[in-house]
């Protein structure tokens, strides 16, 4: 169990180096472009917080998303373990490695040529949603704000209040088209900061 361990902390590090492939979500995320309701916001809030809350006392608190955090280190880690581990004996091999390497590579290059012959760019990333996971993935420590806790209304408020600032024209709906002009004014917001900033 212990060599288990320390093989899967190695392979963990081998991810932060560059295995980002490995960190796949097993639920399906919502399309991010689909119209979505203020209704539908708050049904998925209220989902989301089910989920945060693990000792459903109404708040979700910087210890639950520390040991959220740490779970979910620890499940990825074993994912890519399992994943390493190709002939399934509880240890992994410089050749496992070499083929899980060859095979990122292989995947990485299919991406970027389906990514130029769409005409597409890489943008970077930054601290954006992997980057930002340690910082519990949820807008980080400031999230919780003096009290230590968040619950389910605050939550709601945040995300509606979001949901507001997107739906240009009031009608109750944010549309594709608004996300996309939302996600435009942060780039030009962004790109002045930068630009005052040298």
Request: charged share 35%.
């Amino acid at each position: 169990m212990k060599t288990r361990a320390l093989i899967a902390g190695a392979a963990l590090t081998v991810a932060i180096a560059g295995a980002a492939w490995a960190q796949t979500s097993e639920t399906p995320r919502p399309d991010r472009n689909a119209d979505m309701t203020r209704q539908q916001v708050i049904e998925r809030v209220d989902q989301r917080f089910a989920r945060l809350d693990a000792d459903r006392d109404g708040r979700f608190t910087r210890e639950e998303a520390q040991q959220r955090h740490a779970q979910r280190q620890t499940e990825r880690a074993n994912r890519m373990f399992d994943r390493l581990d190709l002939d399934r004996n509880g240890s992994i091999t410089r050749e496992e490695m070499s083929q899980a390497q060859a095979q990122r590579f292989e995947r990485r290059d299919a991406r970027r040529a389906e990514r130029a012959e769409a005409g597409e760019h890489r943008r970077h990333r930054g601290l954006g949603r992997r980057g930002g996971h340690h910082r519990f993935a949820m807008g980080g420590e400031r999230m919780f704000g003096e009290q230590g806790f968040i619950t389910v209304e605050q939550m709601r408020e945040r995300a509606l209040a979001r949901f507001d600032r997107m739906d240009a024209d009031r009608n109750g709906t944010v549309t594709a088209a608004e996300r996309q002009q939302m996600r435009a004014q942060f780039r030009q917001r962004m790109q002045e900061r930068r630009d005052r900033a040298q």
